[in-house]
């Protein structure tokens, strides 16, 4: 099975602030990795997938990047409403795993 | 517009076994297929298994393999989690989950809104 870790597991930033979530992959999962928000009592929101693409809704303030077995979720001006969860997720294979998660809170 | 409307929260006793069902609109049913994810309380996110609403496989996760049944219902347009031998550590919130695909990538587009389920004795 394919293992996701995200870094790092909490991230305490202000309003304005630009921020940056890694996520490893224990093997090269080409770009099959897609990126969700979750905030508390919500089910969780597709951000991102094949790495880069963003999903039709989102704001543009959300970016990623990456291939192989490293990647990125950028938010380039943190709003207030983007203060919750994130996962990435592998789908190169099943069982398509999560990473454990990165709780963003404010500062 | 995509609906997932998820049955409601359940209470099992340990050894008990839990049916979910998950009734899709506003699309053609059988073009994806669906997967089913966990959360415990405060905990990440658990990929379960998958369906495939077209012809009923499926693919299950190792950890639940022996305890979970995934079926659907074309005429309703629902697929069901089923989950035996309950115990407390199931104890979490279960959503289906409706696939996306392009381009051979998979991601999870459209969530239910989650169903609860706690065993206690």
């Known amino acids: 099975d394919i293992q996701m870790t995200q870094s790092p597991s909490s991230l305490s930033a202000s309003v304005g602030d630009r921020v940056t979530i890694t996520c490893r992959a224990s093997q090269s999962i080409s770009r099959y990795l897609n990126w969700y928000q979750q905030r508390p009592g919500r089910a969780p929101k597709l951000l991102i997938y094949a790495a880069s693409t963003l999903q039709s809704g989102v704001p543009s303030r959300f970016s990623g990047s990456g291939s192989g077995t490293d990647f990125t979720l950028t938010i380039s001006s943190l709003q207030p409403e983007d203060f919750a969860t994130y996962y990435c997720q592998q789908s190169h294979t099943t069982p398509r795993s999560f990473g454990q998660g990165t709780e963003l809170d404010i500062k | 517009q995509v609906q997932l409307v998820q049955s409601g929260a359940e209470v099992k006793k340990p050894g008990a076994s839990v049916k979910v069902a998950c009734k899709a609109s506003?699309?053609?049913?059988?073009?994806?297929?669906f997967s089913w994810v966990r959360q415990a309380p405060g905990q990440g996110l658990e990929w379960m298994g998958w369906?495939?609403?077209?012809?009923?496989?499926?693919n299950y996760a190792q950890e639940f393999q022996g305890r979970v049944t995934m079926t659907r219902d074309t005429s309703t347009s629902t697929v069901f989690m089923e989950l035996t031998s309950l115990r407390s550590d199931d104890t979490a919130i279960y959503y289906c989950?409706?696939?996306?695909?392009?381009?051979?990538?998979?991601?999870?587009?459209?969530w239910g809104q989650g169903t609860l389920v706690t065993v206690s004795s």
């Open positions: 989950v409706r696939e996306g695909e392009v381009a051979g990538t998979v991601f999870f587009p459209f």
């Open positions: 506003g699309y053609t049913f059988t073009t994806y297929g």
């Open positions: 369906i495939s609403a077209y012809n009923g496989n499926t």
